[in-house]
């Protein structure tokens, strides 16, 4: 896997998708981000079994690829690098190299291939709200919400879909 782009859009993606990952897990390779670059586009994923979040950007993908890195790891090294282009190259052994300006890491990925599938989503069972909306909403019904975990169905909000009349 070999791609390049800028660094604010490699960290905007990895703070959303490293929300997802757990801090310790049995399963080593749910601490880390699925990277996945096909065509012109990089595809970042954490998933923690119960929760997922996937994001994309368009990317300069050179060489197509899938890798799953550290998460905290290389979230770290991403928030430092310098204000410029980042380039990622992983070789055939799995050893991925970081170049950002001057700044050169090496880090070593694992396969993604024991990477857990997201559930896929019907697209005709979803649902397009513009996000101000959204935290209106939320922001008007979070007060009622239970942080007591021995009943979940109370930590939630219900959210009703009729059809326009």
């Known amino acids: 896997m070999k791609f390049s782009c800028e660094k604010e859009t490699l960290l905007n993606l990895l703070n959303i998708a490293s929300r997802a990952v757990t801090g310790k897990s049995s399963m080593p390779l749910l601490e880390g981000l699925l990277l996945a670059a096909d065509a012109d586009t990089l595809t970042i994923t954490g998933y923690d079994l119960s929760m ?5 950007a368009q990317v300069d993908v050179v060489e197509p690829g899938r890798i799953v890195l550290n998460s905290r790891l290389f979230c770290d090294i991403v928030r ?15 050893m991925t190299t970081i170049k950002c300006g001057r700044s050169v890491f090496n880090l070593m990925a694992s396969e993604a291939d024991e990477y857990p599938a997201l559930a896929d989503v019907a697209s005709d069972k979803g649902l397009s709200l513009p996000q101000p909306i959204l ?7 979070i007060f009622s919400v239970s942080d007591n975990e021995s009943k979940p169905i109370h930590t939630g909000c219900l959210f009703e879909i009729e059809a326009a009349a």
């Open 135 to 141: 935290k209106s909403m939320i922001a008007q019904t």
């Open 52 to 56: 997922g979040i996937r994001t994309t």
């Open 80 to 94: 430092k690098l310098p204000q410029d282009v980042v380039y990622l190259e992983t070789d055939d052994k799995l």
